[in-house]
T-cell receptor
Framework: EAQVTQNPRYLITVTGKKLTVTCSQN?????MSWYRQDPGLGLRQIYY???????DKGDVPEGYKVSRKEKRNFPLILESPSPNQTSLYFC?????????????FGSGTRLTVV | AQTVTQSQPEMSVQEAETVTLSCTYD???????LFWYKQPPSRQMILVIR??????QNATENRFSVNFQKAAKSFSLKISDSQLGDAAMYFC?????????????FGKGTRLHILP
């Protein structure tokens, strides 16, 4: 089944403890992105990647890192999480070619930083 | 900067009836894509329907169809024969065909309730 897989689905952590949210897609998509969803603010892009080793900042990159060493994986790293990073996170991917393909989203990761 | 506006925070419709969700957007570009995403209580973001701006014909996917008015910058979603499983938050979204950041710009969403 074609899908974007995020792990974990739920995570509670403490301020300052490094964490990684994994994202993997099995569709050989070139583009991948991370979004966060917050009440009243909607979905905002954190980072995106156009292909292996090509990543760039989105609208809200502060406090996050990403890497794209393999085409299928695009982990989101929080080096020192803070409470304002409590949010619902989505990873998404789409192919380079094709008529206006929308992104396929993962199931989301609910992160709480205390 | 592009913006997407959904003016209806919540809507309700009787089961088996038809409902239309409104969306307007603002852009100076001519080449772009528009989407409707559904987010049920499971939180999954599900692509419902897409429309390429260069196509005049309105997209249709089973019970879902859009009314795309490019000059008016309007992109409404019509759900026919509403079913209980259609209850969800619906997001209208825009993506430029040419921006490097490949960003999707989402509206704030419309919560749709289906009344049995």
């Amino acid at each position: 089944e074609a899908q974007v897989t995020q792990n974990p689905r739920y995570l509670i952590t403490v301020t300052g403890k490094k964490l990684t949210v994994t994202c993997s897609q099995n569709m050989n998509h070139e583009y991948m992105s991370w979004y966060r969803q917050d009440p009243g603010l909607g979905l905002r892009q954190i980072y995106y990647s156009m292909n292996v080793e090509v990543t760039d900042k989105g609208d809200v990159p502060e406090g996050y890192k990403v890497s794209r060493k393999e085409k299928r994986n695009f982990p989101l790293i929080l080096e020192s999480p803070s409470p304002n990073q409590t949010s619902l996170y989505f990873c998404a991917s789409r192919p380079l070619l094709g008529p206006g393909h929308g992104y396929t989203f993962g199931s989301g990761t609910r992160l709480t930083v205390v | 900067a592009q913006t997407v506006t959904q003016s209806q925070p919540e809507m309700s419709v009787q089961e088996a009836e038809t409902v239309t969700l409104s969306c307007t957007y603002d852009t100076s570009e001519s080449d772009y894509y528009l989407f409707w995403y559904k987010q049920p209580p499971s939180r999954q973001m599900i692509l419902v329907i897409r429309q390429e701006a260069y196509k005049q014909q309105n997209a249709t996917e089973n019970r879902f169809s859009v009314n795309f008015q490019k000059a008016a910058k309007s992109f409404s979603l019509k759900i026919s024969d509403s079913q209980l499983g259609d209850a969800a938050m619906y997001f209208c979204a825009y993506r430029s065909a040419r921006s490097r950041d490949d960003k999707i710009i989402f509206g704030k969403g419309t919560r749709l309730h289906i009344l049995p």
